[in-house]
Each structure stands twice: as structure tokens, then as C-alpha cells.
């Protein structure tokens, strides 16, 4: 079946740190992708997707890339700020499998002041 | 416009009782999914509802089920509660992946915490 894999947390990071969360899935079909959130106290919100490979999201200064060679896609940001302190999950939605949306286990990234 | 809202934020019960969890999506969305995120754990796929009907859930016992209303709102209820039911549950809504909208985008409430003692 359908799953998500993502690099385990917590990631700690310096403010203005560069920050590289790795994703890799696998699917039947051909999914769309996304970034979701979860900011402390907060539910889930979508921070970027891409629906096709090479498709690039970006969105708050984060971008990731869609590559289905490599079957990935990473969340990048050049330079973090302590507000993006949160939990992030990569997903995927994939009409073979039934429309539901996969989630990866999260990584939970703590910025420095 | 107003986003997904969930009731109750807590809810806590003991093992064997059952609990009846509430959602209501964004006006115009028809697609509500639930989902459960127990602790430090990641969020895993209870249930589809669009139209009204179910039309998918994960791997769950039969004890977690659920309905969607005329209104689209949802309820999802749990029998004979488990120590391990305790977890934050999560509804979402979309626009409706049936009428070829597969890639529309979650919109989640903030969930209802639930606690079996």
C-alpha cells in the first residue's frame, strides 16, 4: 500500500539555519503531494503541494520539489525563524488508493533564538 | 469564513463506555475525514465519509464507526473504549474528491482530545 517516510526528529536548528527535512513515498498510482503543519496547540494546516513531478511548492519561504524519480520530496527553507517551530508531515493523496491522505510520523523541528 | 470545528476539545470516559465525537466542515466542502494522532505517533487514517456515505477506513476495528449528516457534518463514535483509544482525534474536510477534485487540499479542526482512564 500507499506509505510515507520521513526523517525522524527532532531537528534543532539555529535561527537563519538552513533547514532540509527529507520525504520519500511510495504509492501505486500517481499522487499529489503535500507539506502540512501543526504549529504547538494547533491543528493540522497545508503549508505548499505539488500535484505533477517537477512541480516545485513553495509557500512562507519553504519550497519542495516533486521528484518521482527519486520518489521524494523534500521541505527546504534558507533560513528558519524561532515562529517556524513546529511539527511537520509530508502526505500524499493517490486516487488508486481510495483518495484517503497518507501521512508520514512527523518531525518536530525546534528553532534557536 | 469559518474552518473546521470539533466538539468536544476533551473528553475523557472510562474503558468500556462509549464515545460520540463531533465535526463540522467548511461550508461548501463535502469530503470529512477522520483520523487519529495518538502520542508521538503520526496521524493515521480512520475514515472517508463524502455524499453522506462512507466510502473508505483504515485499518480500525469494527468499534470505531461513524456517520455523516445531510449537512455534511460528521460524528465519529467509539465502542467499548480501550486504554489505547486515547489519542487526539482529528477531523478534516475538503471539497468533494469525488466530483475529480483528488488533490484538493485537508483543512483540519483542532481535535478532541480523548483520554479513556
Known amino acids: 500500500g500507499d506509505s510515507v517516510t520521513q526523517m525522524e526528529g527532532p531537528v534543532t536548528l539555529s535561527e537563519e539555519a538552513f533547514l532540509t527535512i527529507n520525504c520519500t513515498y511510495t504509492a501505486t498510482g500517481y499522487p499529489s503531494l503535500f507539506w502540512y503543519v501543526q504549529y504547538p496547540g494547533e491543528g493540522l494546516q497545508l503549508l505548499l503541494k505539488a500535484t505533477k513531478a517537477d512541480d516545485k511548492g513553495s509557500n512562507k519561504g519553504f519550497e519542495a520539489t516533486y521528484r518521482k524519480e527519486t520518489t521524494s520530496f523534500h521541505l527546504e527553507k534558507g533560513s528558519v525563524q524561532v515562529s517556524d517551530s513546529a511539527v511537520y508531515f509530508c502526505?500524499?493523496?493517490?486516487?488508486?488508493?481510495?483518495?484517503?491522505?497518507?501521512f508520514g510520523a512527523g518531525t518536530r523541528l525546534f528553532v534557536k533564538a | 469564513e469559518a474552518g473546521v470545528t470539533q466538539s468536544p476539545t476533551h473528553l475523557i470516559k472510562t474503558r468500556g463506555q462509549q464515545a460520540t465525537l463531533r465535526c463540522s466542515p467548511i461550508?461548501?466542502?463535502?469530503?470529512v475525514y477522520w483520523y487519529q494522532q495518538a502520542l508521538g505517533l503520526g496521524l493515521q487514517f480512520l475514515l472517508w465519509y463524502d455524499e453522506g456515505e462512507e466510502r473508505n477506513r483504515g485499518n480500525f476495528p469494527p468499534r470505531f464507526s461513524g456517520r455523516q449528516f445531510p449537512n455534511y457534518s460528521s460524528e465519529l463514535n467509539v465502542n467499548a473504549l480501550e486504554l489505547e483509544d486515547s489519542a487526539l482525534y482529528l477531523c478534516a474536510s475538503s471539497l468533494s474528491r469525488l466530483a475529480s477534485l483528488p488533490n484538493s487540499p485537508l483543512h483540519f479542526g483542532n481535535g478532541t482530545r480523548l483520554t479513556v482512564t
Open positions: 461550508s461548501g466542502h463535502t469530503s
Open positions: 502526505a500524499l493523496s493517490d486516487r488508486t488508493g481510495g483518495f484517503k491522505t497518507i
